[in-house]
């Protein structure tokens, strides 16, 4: 079946009025797991399991000195997840994120160590390379109808080559460990104060946000989350964050490449949420036919989908070589490819279209570092990891199969 062929559409809810009180608010929650919306307990579920666990067998793990560097290796993989949220929306998929950034990163390093380009300029370059490789696929996608599985597998074998090509028979170039690359993904962190800051400043932006969009829907005559309820929200952010400020400190503190990754989710999860640009991607995933007869144009979705996907790729692969300093023949290479992907779906993305969002990516990679993180400190093999994450995914698709089927359910009743 093509990926253009058009899926039957999920019987979509009337939405309904936002509860004005706290009471209403459980009670909504309560009502939408009912009806098969879980969406993200499974994983905060499965994220405390797995830190209780890793925890009793090795005390070090929960220690700020581990969780510090847990928030930095998440990183360049979430970096990569975060695109493939996108694909996975409009129902499409990337199967060449992992080759691409290890591409985007021999070409930067080729361009700073080997040429002396500026490194930002290299970096540049790169994501110009990839940005251009996404519009390709698009054009192979919608000119020609080749599903995105064809197109992205032939994009894995074909950079992983390329990649090969450009390093060249050194298979490796090192990045000085004085550049402001390596530096901001190794040794830069946020001062306390500024970590602070921040964290208030996020606070009073979840309120502000939550009060004008209850401002908009008062105006349009439906309901709105009440002020205690936006309130009690911001003040729980700002106590949850401050704590987790207060508690990396006690070692190094919050890295400024977790900061960009939060911040990337941050903006991706505003454009999926609050424009029009992101409903049309929900609509594009939910049912394509019925999008295109909504007048929102299908193709330019699609496009803009394979190019996001494509530019976090490189600048995953850019960054995960910053942090090892250098760029060589691994890089984007093994298990980087399958665990973008399944970050995405264990984070809550549906592998169907139409559902998930951009925080699918940072508590997915938090779920697949953690179990790797755990399990090295356990001093066991790869081949656990593997065996584990594997587990976590399948029970990840069989959560959204069955929330899937339970929507459709309520839909017909």
Known sequence: MSDLDVRPAEAAPAAPDEPSGLRGSLAAVTDRMRGGDLGVAPVVAGLVVIWTVMQILNPVFLSSDNLSNLTMEMVPVGV????????????????SVGSLSGVSAAITAVLFVDQGLNPWLAVAAAVAVACLIGWLYAQVFNRFGVPSFVITLAGLLGFL?????VLGPKGAINLPFDSKLVTFAQLDFVP???????????????YGTGRARAAARRRAGLG?????VLVLRSVAALVGLALAVWYLNRDRGVGWMFVFFLALVLVAHYVLTRTKYGKAVYAVGGNVEAARRAGINVRTVYTSAFVICTTLAAIGGILAAARLAAA??????????LNAIAAAVIGGTSLFGGRGGAFASLLGILVIQSIS?????????SSYRFMVTGVVLMLAVALDSVARRSRASAGRA
């Open 80 to 95: 990569i997840s975060l695109g493939v949220v996108f694909m996975l929306l409009v129902g499409q998929i990337d199967l």
């Open 161 to 165: 080559g390329l990649q090969l090509h």
């Open 192 to 206: 306390p104060w500024l970590a602070y800051a921040l964290v208030v400043v996020a606070a009073a932006a979840l």
């Open 224 to 228: 709105a989350t009440s002020e205690r």
């Open 328 to 337: 060589n023949q691994s890089t984007g290479a093994g298990d980087v490819n």
């Open 373 to 381: 993180n755990g399990l090295t400190l356990l001093n066991l093999d």
